[in-house]
């Protein structure tokens, strides 16, 4: 990705080196408030007209950890146990170049979605991008890097440990800075979920719903999430910001964290009827749908079958 020299957000929040203690992390019809989802810009060819769906906080969630991402949807009280392992801390230097690139990435996402959200007569509230050291305390309650990048509708927040990219090279599989890029457009499409009303709808109806039930509604988020990601992706194309390979490092890193990949390299084996971000065929296919038609209204993962 050609990032360098390149205006950086100011919505970056250092939190680097402070300590945090303790842990604390669908089928709904229509919207409840919020904002309706833009479907015009770049390559628009329609759109739909409303949202369908659920968010869901974390953006990628280590299975070791133990912990299910719904427990952690309304910011309740409940933990988010340690995987065991501390996370692998980069050199200072290579964190500064990675704080850098974060601020640019989060630009030029900011520069997306200002245009769509214009497009339709309403303002973006831009995300915060916080960056951490082990553990953080957020609206949703405190995670420590085990849980891996995520979204706090709480406080309109997405949180990243920069250790976790080291991971997603060393132990996914999944190198080169157009994968980080996804990461982070991936979480900024829970922002645009939140933005247009749907988490309020989970909350009233999540009470309802089986375990199983919620999981599959998840991966329709998850999978939205994705879709998003896909859009900007086509988005920093048109700024000619791609180089040659990146879509197949998003691509890669797509199918490296889908959750049968993820389960099957954890445990063995997959458990479907747990899946909650979506296959690796799935969040690759979203993903790629999105930059191939580069309009938001493309990403509807709550009609028929995804």
Not at 57 to 79: C, E, H, K, R, Y
Not at 108 to 116: A, I
Request: aromatic content about 8%; some cysteine.
């Amino acid at each position: 990705m050609k990032w360098r020299g390149r205006e950086r957000s100011s919505n970056i929040e250092d939190r680097r080196g402070r300590r945090s203690g303790g842990l604390g992390g669908l089928g709904g019809l229509g919207r409840s408030g919020g904002i309706r989802i833009p479907t015009g810009g770049r390559g628009s060819r329609g759109g739909i007209s409303g949202l369908i769906g659920i968010v869901v906080v974390l953006g990628i969630i280590w299975f070791a950890t133990g912990q299910n991402p719904l427990d952690m949807l309304t910011g309740g009280s409940g933990s988010v146990p340690s995987a065991g392992a501390t996370s692998r801390q980069l050199p200072a230097e290579g964190q500064d170049e990675l704080a850098d690139f974060v601020g640019v990435v989060v630009k030029e996402t900011e520069d997306l979605w200002n245009e769509q959200f214009a497009a339709i007569g309403e303002d973006f509230p831009e995300p915060v991008v916080v960056l951490f050291t082990d553990a953080v305390n957020t609206a949703c309650g405190a995670a420590d890097s085990s849980v891996g990048p995520f979204y706090c509708p709480g406080d309109s927040k997405v949180y990243i440990d920069l250790s976790f990219y080291d991971q997603l090279h060393r132990q996914f599989g999944a190198p080169g800075d157009f994968a980080q890029a996804y990461v982070l457009a991936h979480e900024v499409g829970h922002h645009i979920q939140n933005l247009t009303g749907v988490l309020p709808e989970f909350n009233r109806v999540r009470q309802s719903m089986g375990q199983e039930e919620a999981n599959a509604w998840s991966v329709r988020v998850e999978l939205q999430a994705d879709c998003y990601a896909g859009v900007w992706a086509n988005y920093a194309g048109q700024e000619n910001l791609l180089d040659s390979g990146d879509i197949e490092e998003a691509l890669n890193a797509a199918n490296q964290i889908g959750d049968d990949t993820l389960q099957r390299r954890m445990q063995g084996f997959a458990v479907p009827k747990t899946f909650n971000h979506g296959t690796s065929a799935q969040r690759q296919e979203w993903f790629a749908r999105g930059y191939q038609s580069g309009n938001p209204g493309d990403c509807d993962t709550f009609s028929g079958n995804v």
